[in-house]
């Protein structure tokens, strides 16, 4: 492991690889990219479950507490894409005081009016979450307000008792059956990260090589193909460092090519022609 951090070290700053680049092995640097994949794979992935795992509970709590707001009186029935209700309409079920999930500025969480037309007025005017007629419903998204139509919806009836066995079963996700999802989870984002990782550094680095061959060329070296493969496997180190600094602060998309550019550049060092050596 020390091994792989020497490397790392060693590929974004002025060493062997750069001044003696025909030294390299693309069987090595395959092998350093496999590792470093693995690496920032697994970086990746904890930085990500950081955020989803709050956010899963986060959408647990709401699911609960908005499913905790159904009447007890309340029957909706779906036929043929037309919704209707046993109760008078519009059916309002009011905000509730002191509530921390739903947006403070609104006076309802739900109005069913089976008699209204499904538009903006009609929902803003209610000042609610969410607005269901006999034909679709609208809702507020994170940025944008939704809104869809039952024409697709299969027929359905809903009851306070149907609700109340969805809130158990969210209710049971947690303990060892939330653990295990969450590890499977876990396991599937640091094999996305890992093999998006080593198998587009592979494939970008082909192209990249080009642009190693020019520089190498002017700086006076000639090198094998695998030789040059394996020059720009290393320097592809830039990409993986900015992709983690991506995570938290997004960077324009030719960061990374220009620092590739910048560090050849740099580090790999002009290759003495014999007329240059000094006879003594």
Known sequence: MKQFFLNVKASLSKSTIYESPENNKAGQAIKYITLLSLFTGVLSTVVA????????NKAKVISIDFLSQYPNDLVL?????????????????????NDEVFPNNLKNIVVIDTNAKL????????????????????????RKIEIN?????????LSKTKVDSYIAKIESFSGVKYSLVMLVIGIGMLLFF?????????????FGSIITLAITRIKGHKLSFEQIYALTLFAAT???????????????????PILFILILTAFVTDKKKPEDAVVK
Not at 49 to 56: A, D, S
Not at 119 to 142: H, I, N, Q, R, S
Not at 149 to 157: A, I, K, Q, V, W
């Open 119 to 142: 538009d903006l007025e009609t929902f803003e005017k209610y000042e609610t979450f969410a607005l269901l007629t006999k034909d679709g419903y609208m809702a507020l998204g994170e």
């Open 49 to 56: 479950m950081l955020f989803f795992v709050p956010t899963i």
């Open 149 to 157: 139509s039952f024409r697709e919806f299969p027929d359905y009836t």
């Open 194 to 206: 890992s093999i998006v990782g080593f198998v587009g550094t592979l494939f970008m680095s082909l």
């Open 77 to 97: 029935t779906l036929l043929k894409g037309k919704l209707s209700m046993n109760q008078p309409s519009p059916y309002v079920v009011v905000m509730p005081e």
């Open 238 to 256: 830039v990409g993986f460092a900015v992709s983690l600094v991506n995570i938290i602060f997004p960077l324009p998309f030719w960061v990374s």
